[in-house]
């Protein structure tokens, strides 16, 4: 399962994707985002579909790599559209055992709820696979540089979160490896019921614990060590500049967002005799 989680994780090659502004890749995945809650039928996660497939292969990024990311919390997903098909109801009824009554309306707002889902965690992906966690950080805190007009401290905020995305890939190699140890002592973290497992995981997260506020702490010494200080004014070794590939991706968004806006509302003239399975909000 840890060797799914790809949050955070950077691949390493010079595409379209990789050469964007990072504050625009954080707006674009924004918009993205408000586009996959505004859509209210499956025209809308159409146009979802296509934009990610096309941004995937012009990243140069495996399309399996960005799959391990869905895979990682499929269970999560699966859990999340069961309870949809059971509690959500409808007219026309597909299914009645007792009192358990599933609809087809549910089954369609499972699956479009589930698709909608995959597509944001796919987008993530792809945001961290094509940006390094400290060109991420500049955008953030360039995008958040207004807030600073109220004292709020962008700079630590920022900071915080490089940190924590170039940690998480070194804490789940720590985990692999107390899991691997754990397992040489003859640790069994696969059979038995729920209980039994869930204990079987306190000889993994202790050790872990403790690493990680080992790491903290060395990273602290070492930034007093090369008297590191927030509160000073800092300069940055790359500035970020808008370019053409930036055009390109800014247009490619608000046409996204035309369309989405369009669907919504002629969307049930395409094809008025599936419009109604269609269009599920």
């Known amino acids: 399962m840890l060797k799914d989680v790809t949050f955070g994780q950077y691949y390493p090659t010079d595409s379209f994707v990789h050469r964007l502004d990072p504050r625009l890749k954080l707006i674009f995945l924004i918009v993205y985002i408000v586009m996959l809650f505004v859509a209210n039928s499956f025209y809308g996660l159409a146009l979802g579909v296509i934009l990610i497939i096309v941004t995937v292969f012009a990243s140069g990024v495996p399309f399996r790599s960005v799959l391990r990311s869905v895979r990682g919390l499929l269970i999560l997903l699966i859990f999340t559209s069961l309870l949809n098909v059971f509690f959500h109801g409808g007219e026309n009824l597909l299914v009645k055992w007792g009192a358990i009554e599933i609809y087809l309306e549910g089954v369609m707002f499972a699956v479009f709820l589930m698709l909608r889902l995959v597509f944001l965690v796919m987008a993530s992906a792809v945001l961290t696979l094509t940006t390094t966690p400290v060109s991420l950080t500049d955008g953030l805190e360039s995008l958040l ?49 729920i209980f039994k497992r869930v204990k079987a995981v306190v000889p993994i997260l202790i050790p872990l614990l403790i690493s990680a506020f080992r790491r903290a702490e060395e990273l602290g010494d070492a930034m007093d060590a090369r008297c590191y200080s927030s509160a000073k004014k800092r300069t940055k070794y790359k500035k970020l500049r808008f370019g053409w590939r930036d055009g390109v991706a800014a247009l490619v968004a608000a046409a996204l967002i035309a369309g989405i806006i369009l669907l919504n509302i002629y969307a049930v003239d395409i094809c008025p005799a599936i419009a109604k399975y269609m269009v599920v909000l």
Request: avoid cysteine; charged fraction near 20%; charge should be positive.
């Open 145 to 193: 540089y207004p807030l600073n007009f109220i004292k709020f401290p962008v700079h630590v905020f920022a900071l915080i979160m490089s940190i924590a995305l170039r940690f998480i890939p070194t804490l789940i190699d720590e985990t692999n490896r107390i899991i691997n140890a754990q397992k040489a002592r003859g640790a069994d973290f696969e059979s038995g019921n």
